[in-house]
């Protein structure tokens, strides 16, 4: 569609294929918003196929899908099986290539709750425009085959977390195929399916195809921006653990008029366990939580280059105040957190019910930083509810259980992965930033360790390689909530960033 128009531009006008004696980001501002514009189709059909990681059978249909997409860049396609769904591996070699670079992409999605959404189908990809009131109006896609205004959002599960960026290295994948670019390094991407889940089966195929996944540096496209939606490099992530803990009451609900002050009752109990693992200024009270933990005044200063407005932070999340771990946003999230997920006991709202119930559920997350061990900071947890006079089991208890013990709990947990970081002062760190500085004309806003959790240390551990994030998505799309959205300025500023980082030299 566009090839004559670039084959004019890369050969008769500026030579692009050298890629030197050019405005560069001029002509990536040209070709990122005239690649996105052809996209849109494609982009559709993508963003249209159901991907709850949590429904395996919506897997393989885009499984399928990213083979053919990848197989149409020139990539040679591998299925690496694991006990569910497959991993994808799409690898591309270059002549008097010298190394290889692994690069993370996700695929998969949340699950959806359509009756949160402000459209009929969360998977149906909608265009919407805001009004002056701050409300988001559905507007005609074939808007898009247009003037293309940057503000104008794409509303739909799994938008920016992260088929907007899986998406964004495929139309950067078209240019450098139209302008016949050839990087002077190896091009591997791994496809994750299960992430939303954990990606609890990766390690174990990491060890498996090493030799397949073997690469000199790892790139990952996911995750928001900083929150000014500046360019961003983020060095490290944090790891993740989950608890389930679920207290027991009365075998039955009881009614709470007959047997209220007789019966305990479990969400009470439940409550005051959950009250003893924090401080009132929010620190984790559970003992030797954040042993290891030092931040040198050096890294101190290195966080506070990170441009945070907390003051409007605090603003748009409508919080007065902090919890009191570190001295700022930067600090906080250098620490290991303990989080509450989700309470669940009896009924609310109009389903409301005098009774007491039988049980109260809490799900909880521990998200862990690189000094932090998974299976460590559970036992932390776990000892903590022992002390607190619980006798644990991993299912319902037996009656003898029941007749015996007067505080008794379900604790089951799991340890998904670890954190990772990468020092700033590295080969891949200066590459990025170089493909940064061609994109934007300045150095990228430089995060230490992002406060969310991507799978990527098993292939920091087993490979021995760095890896570093390259954030494309607007800070306020709603990742992992209703209405999902990739804003269209960030969608052609991440087509423009891949393409300045494939066609820097290593």
């Known amino acids: 569609m566009l090839k004559s128009y670039f084959s004019c531009l890369a050969f008769c006008c500026l030579c692009f294929t050298s890629f030197s004696q050019v405005n560069k980001k001029a002509d990536l501002d040209v070709l990122s918003l005239e690649y996105a514009k052809s996209s849109f189709d494609e982009l559709h059909e993508f963003f249209s196929l159901p991907n709850d990681a949590y429904q395996p059978e919506q897997i393989e249909p885009n499984v399928k899908w990213c083979e053919s997409a990848f197989a149409k860049r020139g990539f040679k396609i591998q299925r690496l099986e694991t006990e569910t769904v497959p991993l994808l591996l799409a690898s591309r070699n270059y002549p008097n290539a010298k190394k290889t670079v692994l690069i993370y992409l996700q695929v998969d999605g949340q699950p959806v709750d359509i009756t949160k959404w402000d459209q009929p189908d ?4 909608a265009l919407k425009e805001q009004d002056e009131n701050g409300e988001w109006n559905t507007i005609d896609w074939n808007n898009l085959k247009g003037e293309l205004n940057r503000d104008w959002r794409i509303f739909s599960r799994s938008a920016s977390d992260a088929r907007g960026p899986d998406m964004m290295f495929l139309k950067a994948m078209d240019i450098i195929n139209d302008l016949k670019v050839k990087p002077n390094f190896n091009i591997k991407v791994i496809m994750d399916f299960e992430e939303e889940l954990g990606s609890p089966r990766l390690p174990k195929a990491v060890n498996q195809f090493k030799d397949e996944l073997s690469a000199d540096m790892l790139v990952i496209f996911d995750g928001p921006r ?14 993740i653990a989950t608890i389930s803990l679920e207290v027991f009451g009365p075998r039955v609900p009881l009614h709470s008029g007959n047997y209220g002050n007789y019966s305990p009752n479990p969400a009470m109990k439940l409550s005051k366990l959950l009250a003893s693992m924090w401080h009132d200024d929010g620190r984790v009270a559970i003992p030797n939580w954040y042993d290891g933990i030092t931040i040198s005044d050096e890294v101190k200063e290195i966080l ?19 919890e009191n771990i570190g001295n700022n946003f930067q ?29 109260a559920i809490a799900e909880l997350n521990i998200r862990l930083v690189k000094e932090t061990n998974g299976d460590h900071m559970v036992k932390l947890v776990k000892d903590h509810i022992i002390g607190q006079g619980y006798y644990l089991v991993e299912d319902k208890p037996t009656e003898e259980e029941r007749m015996t013990h007067e505080k008794i709990a379900r604790f089951n947990s799991e340890v998904s992965y670890g954190a990772f970081r990468t020092e700033f002062d590295t080969e891949i760190g200066t590459w ?28 920091v551990i087993t490979l021995g390689i760095p890896a570093v994030a390259v954030p494309t998505v607007n800070p306020d799309n709603n990742q992992h909530s209703p209405n999902e959205n990739i804003r269209l300025g960030n969608y052609v500023d991440g087509i423009k960033t891949i393409v300045a980082i494939l066609m820097e030299k290593l």
């Open 331 to 359: 600090e906080a999230i250098q620490y290991p957190a303990l989080g509450i997920l989700g309470l669940e006991a009896a009924w609310v709202g109009n389903q409301t019910r005098t009774i007491i119930p039988a049980t």
């Open 304 to 322: 506070k280059q990170v441009p945070d407005d907390e003051k409007q932070i605090q603003k748009d999340f409508g919080i007065a105040s902090t």
């Open 226 to 239: 900083h929150l000014s939606n500046e360019p961003t490099l983020s060095y490290g992530a944090r790891g």
């Open 122 to 125: 969360a998977y149906i990809p």
């Open 432 to 459: 990025l930033r170089k493909g940064m500085r061609t994109a934007f004309g300045k150095d990228p806003i430089q995060i230490r360790t992002g406060g969310g959790s991507i799978p990527i240390s098993p292939f």
